[in-house]
């Protein structure tokens, strides 16, 4: 199979060049996805998988495995390769289907079509002795994490169990409970779903409790403590001055007057003549400048090719 794969790589044309390119796009895409601190995410494979499952399709996706050099000063040689991985995975009899190899810097990217030819090819580089002189990157995608809104737990442990108990898709292998924010005497909790449950992000409700509880995408957007500008945390602000986040005042007094003004929709409102709401503090969820950075997460999230 594999020599098959690798002779039509020979032949490969322009078409298959192209589709390569828009797929490494959009694994650049999902990668640069903003991730919750500490939180881990599931391989671009599981999310392509998950997704197979809603269209019914397998065989129409392609997916990217990077190959480097154990020693970064011998950058590989595509040919050499080719002839270790047939060699290789002859005495080991690993198969696997290939769309296309070529040289990425030092290194050659694997493009495979499903994610058995995915793991078979992991099986390869890691299990045998190819592994003493490549190593292999699968590039992540974001972590895809559903919010449960208005439960009436605050504990992690009873809520995992009202969630598995009382909802049969959601199996304890289906999410890791992430935290949990207040509002007002119930708890939002967030959950990661796992592979290959990731399509559970269509849930519209569950059952917590005697509850049905809502549910809702959770995107994180980064929004700045100090200056309140999106796109980046407070570790990372390199404003000049910080500002007050509710009213907007630059290097506020600790006892200055203040009132409800965001700064964010108040500036784009005399910028682009629109009149958006601005009596809520920077960061508030309804901001209209909140709301356009979390569409701007999900579109780079590839969480909505999850929801067709
Ligand atoms: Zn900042
Ligand atoms: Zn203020
Ligand atoms: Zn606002």
């Not at 809603?54 to 480097?68: M, Q």
């Not at 009202?162 to 007002?184: D, G, R, W």
């Not at 809702?216 to 945390?233: D, M, T």
Request: glycine share 4%; proline share 5%.
């Amino acid at each position: 199979m594999i020599n098959d794969a690798l002779s039509k790589f020979e032949t490969i044309d322009i078409k298959v060049n192209k589709a390569v390119e828009i797929l490494q796009k959009e694994t650049e895409n999902l990668s640069s996805h903003v991730a919750t601190e500490g939180a881990s995410s599931p391989s671009y494979a599981a999310i392509t998988a998950a997704n197979s499952q809603t269209t019914g399709a397998s065989e129409d996706r392609a997916l990217n495995i990077l190959i480097y050099p154990i020693d970064p000063n011998n950058a590989i040689n595509i040919g050499n390769l080719r002839k270790a991985i047939q060699e290789t995975s002859k005495i080991n009899n690993i198969t696997f289907r290939c769309n296309n190899l070529f040289n990425i810097s030092k290194g050659v990217k694997v493009v495979v079509p499903t994610i058995k030819d995915q793991q078979s090819v992991q099986t390869l580089f890691e299990g045998t002795n190819l592994k003493e002189s490549y190593r292999l990157f699968i590039p992540k995608p974001p972590s895809i994490k559903l919010m449960i809104k208005f439960t009436s737990t605050g504990d992690s442990e009873e809520f995992a169990q009202e969630l598995t108990s009382k909802n049969p898709s959601f199996p304890s292998s289906a999410f890791k409970v992430l935290f949990n924010m207040k509002a007002k005497t119930d708890h939002h909790w967030i959950i990661e779903l796992q592979d290959p449950y990731l399509t559970l992000i269509n849930t519209k409700y569950v059952f917590i409790g005697l509850k049905k509880c809502n549910c809702e995408i959770f995107l994180s957007v980064n929004h700045c403590k100090r200056c309140g500008e999106y796109g980046h945390s407070k570790s990372r602000c390199q404003a000049k001055e910080p500002r007050c986040l509710i009213c907007g005042t630059l290097s506020p007094e600790p006892l200055h007057i203040c009132s409800k003004r965001c700064f964010n929709c108040y500036d784009n409102n005399t910028k682009t003549g629109r009149s958006d709401p601005v009596f809520h503090n920077s960061g508030f969820y309804q901001c209209a400048e909140f709301q356009r950075q979390r569409q701007s997460v999900r579109a780079k999230s590839g969480i909505d090719k999850l929801l067709r």
